[in-house]
C-alpha cells in the first residue's frame, strides 16, 4: 500500500515508470526553480565566462588550503592491508570529533555519540529518519535551506513551514507553537543560518527548548529537535556560538566539514547526539542499521583517515568577515539594507524593488551572479556568497550600484 503521506499531491498522469514519491520530489516548486536556475538560467550559460561575478553558492573561487591537501595526501598512504577497506564509524575519528564538539559546546561528547555520515546532507536524513515514522510532521522555518523539503519528503514527512522575523532575522517562537499539532515530531533549527547569517542567542534557544518541552507533554510524544549546524565554526566578531544541543537534550546535531574546509565536494560529517539525551539501548543500532540500509552513508576511507588532522583547522574565518565588511560598507553607502551576519558564507539583503527575481536578473545582465529570495521561499531578498574572491568583490561593485540606481523610480 503507498504511504499517503507520499503519494497525496503528486501529479496525475506522471510517467508510471517513475514512482509517485519521485514524481513528487520532482515536482517541488523551490527544487524546480533551483534546478532551472542552474541549469537554464543566464547563470548556467554564462557564470564560468571571464569577468563573470559568482556569489551564488558556497563553492570555492580560490585554490585550496596547502593544509588542507597535505591531510589529504598523507591520508592516502596505507598504513596496513585494511587502510582502503569498508569503514564504518572509525574510533579514531569519533574520537577526533567528539573531542572538537566537547570543546566547541562545553557539552561532554563522547566517541559514541558520533555517527559518521557523507556530509551534512546524509546527517539530516539520517536524524529524520532515526525519530521519524512516514506521515509524522516537520516544522522548520522560511527561509529555510532549500532542500529540507526534498529530504524531508524523501523520508515520507511532511514539511510544516513557519516564517520567521524578516527584521531580527530570528525563529518566530509563537508561529512555531501554533504549527505544532498531534502529528509533529521533529523542528529542525539551522544556526548559523543559512542564508540570514543569524546566530539564535542563548536566550532563544531556551525559550524554544521550554516551548518543545510544554509541545511534548501537550501532545503527549516527545518533539525531537533536528540541530544543522555546519558553520557553527564559521562565526564573526569573536562571537560565541550556542547550539540547541545545549539547552535541550532531545537535540540530533547535524555537522559536515565541507563548510569548515570550504570542500563541499568532499562528503564528510556527522550526526551527534549529547550524552544528556535519553535513548534507549536500541537507538545506536537503529542509527548505525540505517547507516546501511541508506546506502552505506559512511564517509568514504580516505576522508575518514584525514578527519583527525583536518579537525586542528579552518578556512581563513578572518579573510571571510573582512569580504562581509567590504560589501556591508559598499552596498551599504548604495542604499542597500544590510544586516551584517554573524556567521556563515551569506548576505541576506532586501531587494530595492518587490520582485527579486527582476532584479537579481538585472544583475546578471551585468554578469554579477546571486540567488533570489523565491528560492528561498522568501520574495523580496537576494543571498550572495562570501565565498567570490576580493577580485570579484570589487569588480561587482559598480554593477550593484548600477542595479540600485535602475530601481528608483
Known sequence: MNDPSVTAGASPGHDDAVSDRAARLASIPSFRRIDAFLNESDYARRHLMPGACDFTLGNPHQMPADRYVRALRDALIPRHDQWFAYQTNDEATREAAAESLHRLLAVPFRPEDIYLTTGGFAAIALALKTVADPGDEVIYSLPPWFLYEPL????????????????????????????????????????????????????????????????????????????????????????????????????????????????????????????????????????????????????????????????????????LQRRRDRLAQALGSMGYRVRRPEGTFYLYIPTPIPDDEAFTASLARRDVFVLPGQLFETPGFFRMSLTANEDMIERSLPAFEEAMTQSRP
Open 152 to 319: 524531508v519528503l524523501e523520508a515520507g514527512l511532511v514539511p510544516v513551514k513557519v516564517k520567521i522575523n524578516t527584521i531580527t532575522f530570528d525563529l518566530d517562537l509563537d508561529a512555531i507553537d501554533a504549527a505544532i499539532t498531534g502529528r509533529t515530531r521533529v523542528v529542525i533549527v539551522n544556526s548559523p543560518n543559512n542564508p540570514t547569517g543569524r546566530i539564535y542567542p542563548p536566550e532563544l534557544l531556551r525559550r524554544l527548548a521550554d516551548l518543545l518541552d510544554a509541545a511534548s507533554a501537550r501532545i503527549g510524544r516527545r518533539i525531537y529537535l533536528v540541530s544543522d549546524e555546519p558553520y557553527n565554526r564559521i562565526v564573526f566578531d569573536g562571537l560565541r556560538f550556542h547550539s540547541p544541543a545545549e539547552f535541550y537534550p532531545y537535540t540530533l546535531l547535524a555537522y559536515s566539514y565541507g563548510k569548515t574546509h570550504l570542500s563541499p565536494g568532499e562528503r564528510v560529517g556527522y550526526l551527534a547526539l549529547p550524552p544528556t539525551m535519553p535513548r534507549g539501548e536500541g537507538m545506536s543500532h537503529a542509527i548505525t542499521s540505517l547507516q546501511v540500509a541508506m546506502g552505506w552513508v559512511y564517509p568514504n576511507g580516505l576522508l575518514q583517515h584525514a578527519l583527525p588532522e583536518l579537525e586542528k583547522f579552518s578556512i581563513d574565518v578572518g579573510q
